[in-house]
């Protein structure tokens, strides 16, 4: 059973830089048929697609987020990362993370992380 | 971007009851690439349908979907109590960025 697992901070103040990990179990990080996934959701945007990382490296981020947002990925350790810079309250949001089939007909969403809360205050 | 705007805000029916939930796109996204997904209070969203009419695995074949260009539906026949829940529509096509619908609540009558 494929399980994502997201940790990080679930304060962060404004201006700071947020990273979020999200660990995959029962499932192979490292196959060339998935995209991994950062989703949010927030009250006011609903649910908001980030971007994807594949194992190969390759990245696409939501233009919205693009100035501010990267993404890493390390197979062996099992985990992805997400690093959004000069973050607002805007950016209060449930942020999970989700797995994808790299088949373009199959490319929804077929499992989720729990999400992790995070609040952007000073 | 594709604009996804979802179809009523609040659907009040009853269990037995049949619910049709709309999802209209901005642009032609052809006749798959929609998903339809199912969220709970304090539960991340679960994988309904892909490929527009394809039922994920595990979901049962009272859920359903169909269309194809700009205009998608989900029906669910025969509501349960457990399917009473939020429900988003969302592309997956080529045209990036992958977006979301506002979502259709299901609500107990």
């Known amino acids: 059973q494929v399980q994502l697992q997201e940790s990080g901070p679930r304060l962060i103040k404004p201006s700071q830089t947020l990273s979020l990990m999200c660990t995959v179990s029962?499932?192979?990080?490292?196959?060339?048929?998935?995209?991994w996934n950062w989703i949010r959701q927030s009250p006011g945007k609903g649910l908001e697609w980030i971007g994807y990382?594949?194992?190969?490296?390759?990245?696409h981020y939501n233009p919205n987020f693009e100035s501010r947002i990267s993404f890493s990925i390390d197979t062996s350790k099992k985990h992805f990362s997400l690093n959004l810079s000069a973050v607002t309250a805007a950016d209060t949001a449930r942020y999970y993370c989700?797995?994808?089939?790299?088949?373009?007909?199959?490319?929804?969403?077929?499992?989720w992380g729990r999400g992790v809360l995070v609040t952007v205050s000073s | 971007e594709v604009v996804l705007t979802q179809s009523p805000d609040t659907l009040f029916l009853s269990p037995g009851e049949r619910a049709t939930l709309s999802c209209r796109a901005s642009?032609?996204?052809?006749?798959?690439?929609i998903a339809w997904y199912q969220q709970k209070p304090g539960q991340a969203p679960r994988l309904l349908m892909y490929?527009?009419?394809t039922r994920a695995t595990g979901i049962p074949d009272r859920f359903s979907g169909s269309g194809s260009g700009t205009d998608f539906t989900l029906t669910i026949n025969r509501l349960e109590p457990e399917d009473f829940a939020v429900y988003y529509c969302q592309q997956y096509s080529r045209s990036l960025p992958w977006t979301f619908g506002q979502g259709t609540k299901v609500q107990m009558k």
């Open positions: 029962g499932d192979s990080i490292d196959s060339d048929d998935y995209y």
């Open positions: 642009q032609n996204i052809g006749t798959a690439y």
């Open positions: 490929d527009a009419f």
């Open positions: 989700a797995r994808a089939n790299i088949e373009p007909r199959q490319r929804a969403f077929d499992y």
């Open positions: 990382i594949h194992s190969a490296g390759t990245t």
